[in-house]
Nanobody, 123 residues
Framework: VQLQASGGGLVQAGGSLRLSCAAS????????MGWFRQAPGTEREFVAA????????NYADSMKGRFTISRDNAKTTVYLQMNTLKPEDTAVYYC?????????????????WGQGTQVTVSS
């Protein structure tokens, strides 16, 4: 599975960005998809995950109400809409794919990773 993330950039606090992650190499609907992020000097942390057909989504507590994960299986793409961004959201954002049957917030359950896209939120 190959994952290509895009959509990062520089935005002011309170602004919005939408990240995209295009997948190839495997039937997309067989994959649970997730987003993680890593700020400098910190461990990678879970952001959101979505089930194979999008029926179930899950978020880290600090992202609930601000971030929305979605997927388009026809386009083999997963999205992360980020609203009301804060400086503490600054990080490299990674999309990840799991062939497991349920979502997970553990990075160790995701076998496939994209290259990451930088999100910088200025105050």
């Amino acid at each position: 599975v190959q994952l290509q993330a895009s959509g990062g950039g520089l935005v002011q606090a309170g602004g919005s960005l939408r990240l995209s992650c295009a997948a190839s190499g495997r039937t997309f609907s067989s994959l649970v998809m997730g987003w993680f992020r890593q700020a400098p000097g910190t461990e990678r942390e879970f952001v959101a995950a979505i089930s194979r057909y999008g029926a179930t989504t899950n978020y880290a507590d600090s992202m609930k109400g601000r971030f929305t994960i979605s997927r388009d299986n026809a386009k083999t793409t997963v999205y992360l809409q980020m609203n009301t961004l804060k400086p503490e959201d600054t990080a490299v954002y990674y999309c990840a794919a799991s062939s497991g049957s349920v979502w997970s917030k553990s990075e160790y359950d995701y076998a496939y990773w994209g290259q990451g896209t930088q999100v910088t939120v200025s105050s």
